[in-house]
């Protein structure tokens, strides 16, 4: 039987954070804790309706949302802007709070 060698190998290597798609990982500051701005017309369904995440977790009490969304043609700034315009929301005032995007790793809810 016929054996075939691979040469040409996509990396895939321990410890590496790849993207085959045109996602993003970002958190989102919201300031302050989100644990009860839960529900139907809370802030944290406002801020998922704003960013539309493919997945997303809210968890702590740091006020942090992670997500991950669509990458195309959004950066930092303009996600912060976006934020930033909702103004303030079930009581929770983002208009000074901010979004970065992160690795995967980085990914921590203190």
Same mark, same amino acid.
């Given at each position: 039987? #016929?054996?075939?060698?691979?040469?040409?190998? !996509?990396? =895939? !290597?321990?410890?590496?954070?790849?993207?085959?798609?045109?996602?993003? &990982?970002?958190?989102?500051?919201?300031?302050?804790?989100? %644990?009860?701005?839960?529900?139907?017309?809370? %802030?944290?369904? &406002?801020?998922?309706?704003?960013? &539309?995440?493919?997945?997303?977790?809210?968890?702590?009490?740091?006020?942090?949302?992670?997500?991950?969304?669509?990458?195309?043609?959004?950066? #930092? #700034?303009?996600?912060? %802007? =976006?934020?930033?315009?909702?103004?303030?929301?079930?009581?929770?005032?983002?208009?000074?709070?901010?979004?970065?995007? =992160?690795?995967?790793?980085?990914?921590?809810?203190?």
């Amino acid at each position: 039987m #016929a054996s075939i060698t691979k040469v040409n190998q !996509d990396g =895939r !290597d321990h410890g590496v954070q790849y993207n085959p798609g045109q996602t993003i &990982a970002i958190e989102i500051d919201a300031g302050v804790s989100l %644990a009860a701005k839960d529900g139907i017309d809370g %802030a944290l369904a &406002a801020i998922v309706s704003e960013f &539309a995440p493919l997945v997303y977790k809210s968890s702590g009490t740091a006020g942090k949302v992670f997500a991950i969304i669509d990458g195309h043609a959004n950066d #930092a #700034a303009g996600l912060t %802007a =976006r934020l930033q315009n909702m103004g303030t929301v079930d009581g929770v005032d983002l208009s000074a709070q901010t979004v970065v995007l =992160r690795d995967l790793d980085a990914f921590d809810a203190t």
